[in-house]
């Protein structure tokens, strides 16, 4: 029979899982569009401020972040992962 994990330690394990997974889909992207995933979703920047951060015009950023963000979303989809209650987060994509 298999054990059953507390909820505390089976959202943990599914927290490490995660992050795993994330950092080795960023590891895959060049350095320019893991930069931008970066600035905007582990360090909370804003569109200006990355802007000033990469050397590019406001107006520039979030089309390129979307171009980022796109192969981590198929490649997230393909992983099966998805988070216990269905929250959504930055690889989550637009709902259909």
Known sequence: MEAI???R???E???IETTDLI???LGQLRPERRRLIELRHL???DIHE???HVGSPPDEVEPR???ALEPL???AHNAHVEPRGGAAGPLAGPSR
């Open 50 to 52: 990355i802007a000033k």
């Open 9 to 11: 330690l089976q959202n």
């Open 43 to 45: 360090h909370d920047a």
């Open 73 to 75: 979303r198929h490649q």
């Open 5 to 7: 994990l507390p909820a």
């Open 13 to 15: 394990s599914f927290e």
């Open 65 to 67: 972040l979307a171009e």
């Open 23 to 25: 950092h080795e889909l």
